[in-house]
């Protein structure tokens, strides 16, 4: 998802995530899912790279328990 924003090929996406692309990737996860994504700062601060933003989103659908 995030190697669309910029239009990105998936193995050119940088392992740190910004400000403006981790605001624009849970706007997409909202849109695409039609739920809004409540985080901590917590949650926001440990998404600075991809490995740490699949932890958080994933533990967060283990919480809410979607699939």
Do not use: N
């Not at 695409?32 to 994504?37: D, F, S, T």
Request: charged letters at 30%; a negative charge.
């Amino acid at each position: 998802m995030l190697a669309t924003y910029g239009e990105r090929r998936p193995e050119d996406v940088a392992e740190g995530i910004d400000s403006l692309e981790l605001a624009w990737l849970v706007h997409q996860l909202e849109q695409h899912y039609g739920v809004p994504i409540d985080l901590t700062d917590d949650d926001l601060a440990r998404m600075s790279t991809v490995t740490g933003a699949v932890e958080v989103l994933h533990e967060l659908k283990v919480e809410t328990g979607q699939r």
